[in-house]
Structures are given as structure tokens and as C-alpha cells.
């Protein structure tokens, strides 16, 4: 059984920088990883994917530029950077894995992922 888990949240000002991980007990390599997150009372969202054997990432436009999504093949773990944070970046993020589908780029929709962590809260304040 995949099991995911994030760490790395916190709470820092505006105009910071936060580091999330998620440590995966799989072989992340034939995976789709992605990170999520959900604002209190606004629906989840994709924040970046990762097909880590094709090389290919994938960012949502409110994030890109900002932040960027890395992996440890050695450790099985996935990174997420965020740097410039902004109060609307505020809510609780998740690490979620699915299989790659030959053909097609990773999904940005979190209803084509299995698998996911706890999650962990990043809070930025103005």
C-alpha cells in the first residue's frame, strides 16, 4: 500500500520561503506525484505535478514562477519550494501519487489520484 507523507509547513510572513516534503513508501518513479492544496472553504486545487521518469512538471498559473517541484530518486521523496509566498497561498497542502498513463501528462485533477498524504498546513501571513 503507497503511503505518502508531507512535512515542511509552517507559518511565515509575506515575501517568505517554505520547503515541503513528502516521503512516499514506494518507488516513485513510474508515478505521477503532484502536490495539492484546500483553502478553508474553497475546493482543492492542484499546485504542480511531476512525472519523475519523463522529466515532465507541470505548474498551476497562480504558482508558476514561484514555486518548483524537485525529487530525491535515492530517498523517494518529493519536494515541493515556494518561495514569494502570498496570503492566498494559505491553506493545507497535500502529496498525492497516481500511475502514469503512457500517452497522456499527469492529471490536474484530484480525482485521478489514488493515493494521498495527511497533508500539512502553510499559513502566510501579511
Known amino acids: 500500500q503507497v503511503q505518502l507523507v508531507e512535512s515542511g509547513g509552517d507559518s511565515v510572513q509575506a515575501g517568505g520561503s517554505l520547503r515541503l516534503s513528502c516521503a512516499a513508501s514506494?518507488?516513485?518513479?513510474?508515478?505521477?506525484m503532484a502536490w495539492f492544496r484546500q483553502a478553508q472553504g474553497k475546493e482543492r486545487e492542484m499546485v504542480s505535478t511531476?512525472?519523475?521518469?519523463?522529466?515532465?512538471?507541470n505548474y498551476a498559473d497562480s504558482v508558476d514562477g514561484r514555486f518548483t517541484i524537485s525529487q530525491d530518486s535515492a530517498k523517494n521523496t518529493i519536494y515541493l519550494q515556494m518561495n514569494s509566498l502570498r496570503p492566498e497561498d494559505t491553506a493545507m497542502y497535500y502529496c498525492?501519487?497516481?500511475?502514469?498513463?503512457?500517452?497522456?501528462?499527469?492529471?490536474?485533477?484530484?480525482?485521478?489520484?489514488?493515493?494521498w498524504g495527511q497533508g500539512t498546513q502553510v499559513t502566510v501571513q501579511s
Open positions: 498525492a501519487a497516481t500511475l502514469y498513463q503512457a500517452g497522456n501528462w499527469c492529471p490536474d485533477l484530484a480525482a485521478e489520484y489514488h493515493d
Open positions: 514506494m518507488n516513485t518513479r513510474n508515478y505521477c
Open positions: 511531476l512525472f519523475i521518469y519523463g522529466g515532465h512538471t
